[in-house]
């Protein structure tokens, strides 16, 4: 046999084998970059922020800091809470750094800013921090993934809980913007439903100095439950006055219809003591929570929000999506990432439905009493679990993306 005309045949089909995995295995400019767009010293700075930033970092380090034997690198910026700044180094970030996915993004304004970005130059963007439900719904996207939270799933999980709980007649403080109407609107129209009672309302501006007024208001109105369906920093400053007026001490009880675990902090278990509220996740749920939980608090000297957490578990889903994919070509890595459920220290029993909002479950938890409270940071009592599908309910038919 000759051996040369033996070897042209495995040569040639050597090489074929070999451009037809360079072929399937494709990332663009020859690395996947990850850009956290954030609020790096304002207001969100605490529950985002450095920390958003840490968590991506872990992990990018924990996939193994490549990806179809390509690197992945981190890219960061401050919008400053500002739409126009956080649509214009999105419009940079995806023209000029080839950044193939945004992450985090606090605020609903950024976040649709970036939003209609992403759908432009048809690049991917997973908020955390963003809460509006038009995200998934009249504004949906292919491109645009939410996976934290919605103000749907906090005000109606939220409510329902509590008035499942005793908590049948409300009173909201509401912030006056759209952020603070959708969640009043979609909480009383729970409470109303399960066969409670809205006593009223009042609409103090964002960041509102002086907001006595209104929690005398709410106090007076003896409802048992003071909905807070505001932001920071209302939302803190009207349970920090809740309590030094003796709201908890008096029988009537706040619920947070949006707070983070770094709010708490911040306030101190003292005037947070007794306040209800919904959250994604929290560090000392369990094993897993707490394992990852440590070895974020190592790097950044606390514990993380429930958009922190949110960070991490979404970049790693969507890592391990591009490795599954063997491309970084957005529409087929978020395909890849919609066909396997989403089981992390972070979700339970999460999936990514058709219009990019990732359902998991909720909890229900109470701010301990200094007095309960053992260690640093032990600061919930989880009190019942809300399933994904009653939180978030079904999509939105708005959504051009749902099947009708």
């Known amino acids: ?25 494709q990332v663009s400019d020859n690395v996947v970059k990850i850009g956290v767009l954030t609020d790096m010293n304002g207001p969100a700075s605490a529950p985002t922020g450095q920390g958003s930033v840490t968590a991506a970092q872990m992990a990018i380090d924990d996939f193994g800091g490549t990806v179809l034997g390509k690197p992945i690198s981190i890219v960061i910026g401050d919008h400053q809470l500002k739409a126009d700044i956080g649509g214009t180094i999105a419009r940079r970030w995806y023209d000029v750094d080839q950044v193939d996915l945004i992450v985090d993004v606090p605020v609903s304004a950024v976040g649709l800013a970036v939003q209609n970005v992403a759908n432009e130059k048809k690049r991917l963007f997973i908020t955390h921090s963003t809460g509006t439900a038009d995200f998934h719904g009249k504004f949906c996207s292919p491109y645009a ?65 002086d907001l006595s007024s209104f929690v005398l208001q709410a106090q007076a109105s003896k ?124 979700s339970r029993n999460g999936t990514l439905r058709e219009d990019n909002l990732m359902v998991h479950d909720l909890w229900l938890v109470q701010v301990k009493t200094p007095e309960e409270s053992k260690y640093p940071w032990d600061y919930y009592k989880i009190l019942t679990t809300i399933s994904g599908d009653k939180a978030f309910g079904p999509p939105d038919q708005a959504c051009a993306m749902v099947k009708k």
């Open 223 to 346: 409802a048992k439950i003071i909905g807070i369906a505001a932001g920071p920093p209302n939302n803190m400053n009207e349970i920090k006055t809740g309590s030094e007026f003796g709201v908890f001490k008096g029988g009537q009880q706040m619920a947070a219809l949006l707070a983070l675990i770094t709010d708490i902090h911040g306030l101190g278990l003292q005037a947070a003591q007794g306040l209800l509220l919904t959250t994604s996740f929290y560090w000392d749920m369990d094993d897993k929570t707490r394992e990852w939980s440590k070895r974020y608090f190592a790097k950044m000297n606390k514990m993380p929000s429930m958009w922190q957490a949110g960070v991490y578990s979404s970049v790693m889903h969507y890592l391990n999506a591009i490795k599954e994919a063997g491309t970084d070509d957005p529409l087929k890595v978020a395909a890849k990432m919609r066909e396997k459920p989403i089981e992390d220290f972070f």
């Open 145 to 209: 993934i939410q996976w934290v939270f919605d103000t749907r799933a906090l005000a109606v999980g939220t409510a329902d809980a509590v008035v499942k709980r005793g908590g049948d007649s409300w009173f909201f403080i509401t912030d006056d913007y759209a952020f603070g109407h959708s969640l009043e609107r979609d909480a009383s129209a729970v409470v109303t439903a399960n066969g409670g009672k809205v006593l009223g309302s009042v609409r103090p501006p964002l960041a509102t100095p």
């Open 1 to 25: 046999m000759n051996p040369i005309r033996f070897g042209l045949p495995v040569a040639a089909a050597l090489t074929a084998a070999l451009l037809s995995g360079a072929a399937s295995a």
